[in-house]
């Protein structure tokens, strides 16, 4: 073995050490990588349009005089029975009936969109607490703005008589503002109260997969370096042995 040979094999070894080191880094390195959080509340303001309302309004007035089905049937929203409301005794007419009627495929519509971002919400498993309040509340806002505006009796009432050749609203007594605004305010605290159960799911459960993956990634790159380590010595040994042959080449 001439020296060219002798110091290949040492910059081989020297190499072969930085990869090593290499390694051993980017193992623990993946370690302390941490979770992002995504913003994702997308919730659309956006009314059912004036044929979605009206159709569902023509349908539960049919149901309720009996023609083809019974309000029972209604099953999308809720299509009432008898000659008043029970929340508050006012008659039901064709206009309480209309604006009921929308008001509720409005919530439906909004509430979809929640429910999706709720669902974002229960796979998150974002660690830090002050990033999960801060995307509920502004979540909750804009659920708000938008509860606050199917409330508005004047938004709701032009949606209706859009089409001008049959208007569903007359007057401005169809229901009582007070009513969706209780029930609006009561949504929404249910929603904000959904989003911190699962502010403290995903907090507890980042703890624990946290845990599973570290002792997973660790014994992984454990078995990872004593394999590399393995080869390593390997090398040494070829490399000790043919320094020995060569050195008893030099002293024959």
């Known amino acids: ?5 002798i110091m290949i094999i040492t910059n081989t070894i020297y190499m072969y050490r930085l990869l090593l080191i290499f390694i051993i880094t980017l193992s623990f390195g993946l370690l302390t990588n941490e979770s992002v959080f995504a913003e994702w509340c997308e919730i659309s303001s956006e009314l059912p349009s004036n044929s979605e309302l009206t159709g569902k309004i023509d349908q539960c007035i049919e149901a309720r005089s009996g023609k083809w089905e ?12 008898g000659n008043s409301w029970a929340s508050n005794d006012q008659s039901i007419t064709s206009e309480t ?3 009921n009627i929308a008001a509720n495929l409005a919530f439906n519509k909004a509430d979809k969109d929640i429910k999706k971002y709720m669902q974002e919400l229960q ?5 830090d607490p002050t990033k999960w309040i801060e995307n509920i509340r502004s979540c ?5 703005s938008i509860y606050d505006n199917i409330c508005n009796f004047w938004v ?7 089409n001008k050749d049959k208007i569903y609203i007359k007057t401005t007594s169809t229901y009582p503002q007070d009513l969706c605004k209780s029930l609006a305010k009561k949504k929404i605290q249910w929603w904000y109260n959904l989003g911190t159960i699962m502010m403290s799911d995903g907090i507890a459960k980042n703890k624990k997969n946290s845990t599973d993956k570290w002792a997973t990634e660790v014994k992984w790159a ?3 370096i004593l394999a590399d380590w393995h080869n390593y010595q390997k090398i040494l040994a070829r490399a000790a042995g043919k ?10």
């Open 1 to 5: 073995m001439n020296l060219h040979q």
């Open 140 to 144: 909750t806002d804009k659920i708000t």
């Open 156 to 162: 709701l009432e032009k949606r209706l008589n859009e």
């Open 70 to 81: 019974s309000p029972n049937s209604i099953t999308e929203f809720v299509c009432p029975q």
């Open 222 to 224: 454990y078995a990872k």
């Open 243 to 252: 320094m020995t042959g060569y050195n008893k080449q030099i002293v024959k």
């Open 123 to 127: 796979k998150n498993r974002e660690p």
């Open 97 to 99: 009936l209309a604006y």
